[in-house]
């Protein structure tokens, strides 16, 4: 599933392609896809909209129109592609917008999890959402003070994305491993130090993710080579980089999580976590 970063890399990869262009006309081809408005509203009103700017918040795709949002997100396996010249539909493709200088948007996705909307004002869509993690308000304090007036485990309050927006599974194994912290410790019993760490590996990581662009893992394939680079994420069994004891895998909320239990120890937690 796409993270932050794939999502990122998309979106600087669109951007100059995109930018300017004027969308003619749409082809919806799998009406679910969308999620508002109709597409009999989706189909008038986006004919003749300019594409002015491509932005993401989380891990949605923002494109502004003229007067108009056209927002994706990925979810499991969305991927938007521009194809120059003719195009021939494909199988998995749930929307074909023709763009001027012949060129065109697909958006495909074969296990249809992935949504469009077609808004004046993107703040429905995106009221839910919490910190922008490569925000300039993400900071050191802000996270201290987020963790501390919470008691839930690390792993599922960092995918939470009311808490922090854009990571996932693999960000998350991999930002938890680089500053030293179990997956289960309860956010109350971190230390302000422990929580400068946390930020630091937190935008290490996505900086990271975003400059290999993003990993190529059970998804479609963008060039990103993150998946090479991961030092705990799917490495059940293979020693640890730093201390060279076993990866372990266990399940929390239902997410597979990897982590070293020597490097990442436990902190004493003021509560007992539930
Ligand atoms: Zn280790």
């Known amino acids: 599933m796409p993270e932050l970063p794939e999502v990122e890399t998309i979106v600087r990869t669109l951007r100059p392609v995109l930018t300017g262009k004027t969308i003619l006309s749409a082809d919806l081809r799998w009406t679910r896809t969308l999620a508002a408005p109709s597409p009999a509203v989706f189909k ?7 594409i002015e700017s491509i932005s993401r918040r989380a891990k949605f795709l923002d494109l502004k129109l003229s007067d108009m949002h056209l927002v ?3 979810r499991m396996s969305g991927d938007l592609l521009v194809v120059l010249g003719g195009y021939q539909p494909a199988k998995h ?4 917008a023709k763009l001027s200088g012949d060129t065109s948007l697909i958006f495909s996705d074969p296990r249809k999890f992935g949504r ?3 808004v004046q004002d993107t703040k429905y869509i995106f009221r839910d959402l919490g910190m922008e993690p490569l925000s300039e308000g993400f900071s ?3 996270l201290y003070s987020a963790l501390n007036n919470r008691r839930r485990q690390l792993k599922p309050l960092l995918l939470d994305q009311g808490f922090l927006a854009g990571l996932g599974n693999i960000y998350t194994d ?17 230390t302000k130090k422990k929580a400068a760490g946390l930020w ?3 935008r290490e990581v996505l900086e990271e993710g975003i400059r290999r662009n993003g990993a190529s893992i059970d998804w479609v394939y963008r060039g990103g080579d993150f998946q090479n680079h991961f030092r705990v994420y799917g490495r059940t069994g293979e020693p640890c980089p730093v201390c060279k004891t076993p990866v372990k895998r266990i399940t929390v ?6 982590f070293c239990p020597h490097c990442q120890v436990r902190a004493k937690s003021k509560y007992p976590v539930k």
């Not at 991999?174 to 971190?190: M, N």
């Open 174 to 190: 991999e930002a938890l491993f680089l500053a030293k912290l179990h997956p289960l410790t309860s956010s109350d019993a971190i």
């Open 116 to 118: 469009i909307w077609l």
């Open 200 to 202: 630091l590996a937190i």
């Open 140 to 142: 050191p304090d802000w």
């Open 253 to 258: 909320g239902q997410r597979g999580t990897h």
């Open 93 to 96: 493709d749930r929307l074909i």
């Open 44 to 50: 008038k009103r986006i004919k003749g909209q300019q």
């Open 72 to 74: 994706f997100h990925l």
